[in-house]
């Protein structure tokens, strides 16, 4: 709550022709000061009452791609029963304010507004709390509170269509690497027999060597385990366009496409970041949401030395995709030291004014000016 300049004013003057009133005995003085006194009195009380509202909001829908379609719908009911609701409110969407209109709404009746969200820029876009500020009728003291809570509007990188995802590789015991078709099953390890397992699958040869029953273990080597790696170094995006590196959207698309092409194939992959998140935003559902979430952090290298190394010790896929800025390709040499640990690697350098130089690091690298053009050569390179 806090009192307008008008408000303040009329204060002064209450205080002041009280003064003036009883020092010098005009009772006119004194009666002009204590209904300007009265008038403040009544406006705190007016703007201290607090209207009961029940506020709902729905998104429609809330996770989009940028550039697409969202809205937003609001309702506000009003659940007092004394008198009808004179206010001014104003819900907050992202950076801007929606007018919503509460003029003289009556005990249980509600007004809905429906207005579009901004999705012109990757990010998550949170609506609300609704803001109602209420003035007395001479405009001496405004009172503002919140109502509701906030609800998120994930706005996706967009997805680029990828004609196809790496094929798989198969490996042996002896540690040979070669590629395979898909659905290929390959021997995998010996386990002890257990109560369902089909005959067929006993290694004989072992069993009587060890005195018991051993079952040979298939697994479907054919299925790479896709891991894709961004790149949110602000170092490696240097150039900038109004506080926004377009070298990392471009980042964040292309690591969107690669997401949703293995997805859309039943491959498993996993979506990393070289400067680790805190944690995964509220109410994030899987990894698109943690790429509309995601925002580029100042680190050092040794974040990258530690990034590098938690993938090559750990060995999360069998192939690697690295997309990075043009700042990045400084670092393409960490990059290369993964090739023994995965058999492929491919590394997509987004927003490349010029092509990076063959062989470096020997890795294959994509030079793109943006998510549609690492799309367009993504085809080109996909069995690798």
Do not use: K
Not at 74 to 91: H, P, Q
Not at 94 to 107: E, I, Q, T, W
Not at 115 to 126: A, H, I, L, S, W
Not at 297 to 312: H, N, Q
């Amino acid at each position: 709550m806090g009192i307008t300049a008008r408000g303040i004013g009329l204060l002064v003057a209450a205080v002041a022709l009280l003064g003036v009133g009883f020092r010098y005995a005009y009772p006119e003085l004194t009666v002009l000061g204590a209904a300007a006194a009265v008038a403040v009195g009544y406006a705190l009380v007016t703007a201290a009452w607090r209207p009961r509202l029940a506020v709902e909001r729905s998104a429609d829908p809330d996770r989009v791609a940028r550039g697409e379609p969202a809205s937003m719908t609001l309702t506000v009911r009003n659940t007092g029963r004394l008198r009808a609701a004179n206010l001014v409110a104003e819900d907050r969407c992202g950076a801007a304010l929606v007018p919503v209109p509460l003029l003289r709404l009556r005990p249980s009746r509600d007004t809905t507004v429906r207005y579009d969200v901004p999705t012109r820029r990757r990010g998550v876009v949170p609506v609300g709390p609704l803001r109602v500020t209420r003035r007395d009728p001479l405009g001496l003291v405004a009172s503002a509170r919140p109502y509701g809570g906030t609800v998120p509007v994930w706005v996706h990188p967009r997805i680029h269509p990828l004609r196809a995802v790496p094929t798989g590789a198969g490996r042996s015991l002896d540690g040979r690497t070669d590629s395979v078709p898909h659905g290929s099953i390959t021997f995998d390890s010996l386990r002890e027999y257990v109560v369902g397992d089909e005959l067929r699958r006993v290694h004989w040869r072992t069993s009587a060597r060890v005195g018991e029953l051993m079952v040979r273990e298939n697994v479907d080597t054919s299925l790479p385990r896709i891991v894709v790696v961004l790149d949110n170094r602000a170092a490696a995006h240097p150039e900038r366009v109004d506080g926004v590196a377009d070298s990392f959207e471009s980042g964040c698309e292309a690591a969107a496409s690669v997401v949703a092409a293995a997805v859309r194939e039943d491959l498993p992959v996993s979506l990393l970041l070289v400067v680790p998140a805190d944690g995964d935003p509220a109410g994030a559902g899987g990894p698109l949401d943690r790429l509309a979430a995601v925002d580029l952090a100042d680190a050092g290298d040794d974040v990258l030395r530690t990034a590098m190394s938690r993938l090559r010790q750990e060995r999360l896929g069998d192939t690697l995709v690295f997309l990075t800025g043009p700042g990045g390709r400084g670092d393409l040499g960490q990059v290369g030291a993964l090739r023994g640990a995965y058999p492929s690697v491919l590394v997509g350098v987004l927003g490349a004014a010029e092509p990076t130089p063959a062989g470096a690091a020997g890795l294959l690298v994509v030079d793109a000016a943006d998510g549609a053009e690492f799309a367009a050569e993504w085809d080109g390179v996909r069995r690798w």
